[in-house]
């Protein structure tokens, strides 16, 4: 069975950093990009960026190029999304999720990780 | 790239059909097979119901079907159920490596 297992919720200060985790299971986790999307309180899905765990080539939305770091440990099936310095609009809830290198697309979702940035 | 637009809200009752559009450009919907619909109820995760356009993933009922024309891509939902109440996401390839998603719509049973 295909699982994606993010880490829990946070709760940071702004300006803090923070990295989450999202750990796949039940596949060949180098054989598919694994993507991240945001969610943010009441709206809808934005495309983050994918990373390519065989090789660890990223391609991030121009929305988010230079607001968040994506990266990978192969060794233990696990992706990261990361931020040096918090704002309050990074709020949201953060998903994982298993993506074909074909373009095809999103197939299997983690269950989220909400982050909540507040003074 | 912007969001790929979709009609806020769509309703029908039970056993009705309702369908559901998203609207792109050239660059990304008009421009490859690979549009996918996901649906997502309140506080889970999004689940996919059709990929590359108009393929159902195993274990997805056959009340759901896909299409496009030109830039726009729909969702059809048949013989309407009470579990079908949920947000509704198209998503495409736009070029680039990178992937866009509607604004999402609201299905509600009546």
């Known amino acids: 069975e295909v699982q994606l297992v993010q880490s829990g919720a946070e709760v940071k200060k702004p300006g803090e950093s923070l990295r989450i985790s999202c750990k796949g299971s039940?596949?060949?986790?180098?054989?598919?990009?694994t993507s991240w999307v945001r969610q943010m309180p009441g709206k809808g899905l934005e495309w983050m960026g994918r990373?390519?765990?065989?090789?660890?080539?990223?391609n991030y939305s121009p929305s988010f190029q230079g607001h968040v770091t994506i990266s990978v440990d192969k060794s233990i099936t696990t992706a990261f999304l990361q931020w040096s310095s918090l704002k309050a609009s990074d709020t949201a809830m953060y998903y994982c999720?298993?993506?074909?290198?074909?373009?095809?697309?999103?197939?299997?979702w983690g269950q989220g990780t909400l982050v909540t940035v507040s003074s | 790239q912007s969001a790929l637009t979709q009609p806020p809200s769509a309703s029908g009752s039970p056993g009705q059909s309702v369908t559901i559009s998203c609207t792109g450009t050239?660059?990304?919907?008009?421009?490859?097979?690979?549009v996918s619909w996901y649906q997502q109820h309140p506080g889970k995760a999004p689940k996919l119901m059709i990929y590359?356009?108009?393929q159902r993933p195993l274990g997805v009922p056959d009340r759901f079907s896909g299409s496009k024309s030109a830039n726009t891509a729909s969702l059809t939902v048949s013989g309407l159920q009470a579990e079908d109440e949920a947000d509704y996401y198209c998503?495409?390839?736009?070029?680039?490596?990178?992937?866009?998603f509607g604004g999402g719509t609201k299905l509600t049973v009546l």
């Open positions: 999720a298993r993506q074909d290198s074909s373009g095809t697309g999103i197939d299997y």
């Open positions: 039940g596949y060949t986790f180098t054989s598919y990009w």
């Open positions: 990373i390519d765990p065989s090789d660890s080539y990223i």
């Open positions: 050239s660059s990304d919907v008009g421009g490859y097979k690979y």
């Open positions: 590359d356009v108009s």
């Open positions: 998503s495409s390839y736009a070029g680039n490596n990178n992937w866009v």
